[in-house]
């Protein structure tokens, strides 16, 4: 079940991606860059290539269309130490510092899934997709 969670989020976050918006003169970038940056640098890590090409199914078109999509992953493992302090591990998919992209849909659409998720699982009449949450 937590590779299908894996898998359902990182589809969800790749299908979410926005094309490239250009920034209007007047703007400042969020996330400020202090050295150049080539346009054609992209980073992708082996872990992330493999786990993609062996699921086919759900991540074929993307790794075709990743430079025509723009599509950027950072997944970020937690572990947790005996002690309780997390560690976390980096790791990456087409992500290229010089192309800026809106990551605020990747955060929206999963936590609906997830609160349609916990509708279902309360499965209590009454409660459903269309009922008000307080």
Known sequence: MTR???FLGMAIMLGACSPVKKMQNDSKPIVPVTTAVPTDSVRTDA????LMAKNPLFFDEILKNRKEWNVQVI???VDRGANGIPALKNYYFNVNPARY???ASTVKFPVSLLALQRLNELKDKGINKNTTMI
Do not use: H, K, V
């Open 4 to 6: 299908f969670r894996l």
């Open 75 to 77: 997944y970020t493992q």
């Open 101 to 103: 992209f809106y990551p």
């Open 47 to 50: 872990f992330m290539e493999d």
